[in-house]
């Protein structure tokens, strides 16, 4: 067998190829050491970044109200801008076709409002910045949209601000919408008086509300009515969008009775007498309804038509039609006046009950003598005067029939209240 001796020369071949590997393991392993290396230091370096950030960032933080995405918003109250630890330096309100929405920036910097009453189904986008103690900004965005007219409900009412009304007047409000919790819409709903007296409400219906004191509104006294039904859920998913103030006079002291039977009305004013007139009444066919009614309404001339209130002749024409009765002030709903009466006899008032229903007083053609006894009563009334009729065959009227929930009792009144 032949025996091979390795020479040096092979040995040093070896030696190398045995380092070459070994230096290429050391490679390879020195380059996934360099990597991760790198890859911490980027880690480390990002982490420096955001902790330099976080002590640059602003303190001031923003507040926008209504939420982003909000619907349903109120068009009163909602849209607001605060900041805490901060001043805004910059509020920007527009509606989504680009209209800009004026508003006013607090004297201390730390909130701001819209100037107007924002429009219903609208959609606003509100921008604000702000600035910390060490003047740096802070940004902030919001988008909402107001609440519909499908999904809101208003509240008509009488009397008018600023008014003047007698003291039989309450504050009546028909919502243009079914109310189903009608505790809720009366708690937002307040009435006082400068007299002290209290006033309690009572639902006709689902759609409307009076309110009035137990006993006539105190001449010469303030009454103050406070609508704070913005955001209030009269109906599922109907809110109401009015806040409103409302004060009117009390005037002084008038209350008038007609007497069917002695065909005479006594005016009072303050409990003393100032005038006695002859009236003419319902026919014993047409009567007058009996009880106490208020004044809601007043014509110097009007048209009074018997059809509009079921008076019709064979032909289904009013049994009467006349375009210009003087004088004329409503008494109910249903067409119950007292007005001047030029077409009847001089003779027939204080002597006999002839009309369909409405209280007569003598007068002219075209309202122009203020000496008849017609226009004497219209100068000297004020919507929410008090005419009682009394010794009438008919029976008395409904309280919802015009303003003359007075005739109901108290009990009865509170009974129908949800405060």
Known sequence: MEKRVMTDSKRRKGLMAASALLGGVLVLTACNDNGASAEGSKKSQAAEVDKAAAQDASEAQISIAPKNGATNASINNDAKV???????SQVTMTTSAGATVKGTLAADGKSWK??????????????AAAKDSKGREAHENSSFTT???????????????????GVGMPVSINFNKPITDK????????VTSSSGQQV???????????LRPEQYWQGGSTVTLKLALDGVEGADG????????????VGRNQVSTVDANTKTMTVTQNGKTIKTIPISSGSSANPTYNGQMVISEKFKETRMNGAT????????????????VPHAMRLSTSGTFIHGNYWGARSVFGSANTSHGCVGLADVKGASDANQPAAWFYNNSLVGDVV????????????????????????????????
């Open 147 to 165: 609440v519909s007219p499908a999904n809101s409900f208003i509240g008509n009412f009488t009397p008018e601000d600023g008014s003047t009304v």
């Open 238 to 249: 109907v809110f109401g969008v009015q806040q409103k103030t409302v004060t009117f006079k």
């Open 114 to 127: 819209p100037d107007v009453q924002l429009e219903r189904s609208t959609t606003y986008k509100i921008s």
């Open 200 to 210: 309690a409400g009572h639902w006709f219906n689902s759609q409307r509300l009076d």
């Open 388 to 419: 009682i009729v009394k010794n009438s065959p008919d029976r008395t009227i409904t309280p919802d029939n015009g303003l003359n929930g007075w005739n109901m009792s108290w009990a009865e009144w509170t009974a129908g209240s949800q405060a």
């Open 183 to 190: 505790k809720a819409v009366q708690d937002a709903i307040t």
């Open 309 to 324: 209130v079921g008076f019709t002749d064979s032909d289904g024409k009013g049994e009467y039609d006349i375009k210009d």
């Open 82 to 88: 605060t900041v805490t630890k901060g001043t805004l």
